[in-house]
């Protein structure tokens, strides 16, 4: 069982930045991979970034390619996601999310951060 509990959202302006963290509970986190969701208003949840369980695959969307960062650091049980030259159209719920070792799909969730960027 993983429990996961997201921070870091917030108002900024665009250009600017945004580091959002992922604390996990559970002794399969660092052996398990570890992604990161939006869901924007009307719009149905988009993949944003994963990264696999020592940190050496990491892929990302194409929207956010090149401005977003993942990392992890499995001695505190915790996934980043580093947003720079953030735009109004990254304005989300980030969920963080891992897939359970042996499992297909993500199947543990966070409950959601709000990033909000004004124009």
């Known amino acids: 069982q993983v429990q996961l509990v997201e921070s870091g959202g917030g108002l900024v302006q665009a250009g600017g930045s945004l580091r959002l963290s992922c604390a996990a509970s559970g002794r399969t986190f660092s052996r398990s991979e570890a992604g990161w969701f939006r869901q924007a208003p009307g719009k149905e949840r988009e993949f944003v970034a994963s990264?696999?369980?020592?940190?050496?695959?990491?892929r990302s969307a194409d929207s956010v390619k090149g401005r977003f960062t993942i990392s992890r650091d499995n001695a505190k049980n915790t996934v980043y996601l580093q947003m720079n030259s953030l735009k109004p159209e990254d304005t989300a719920v980030y969920y963080c999310a891992v897939r359970g070792v042996g499992s297909g799909d993500y199947n543990y969730w966070g409950q959601g951060t709000q990033v909000t960027i004004s124009s």
């Open positions: 990264i696999n369980w020592n940190g050496g695959i990491k």
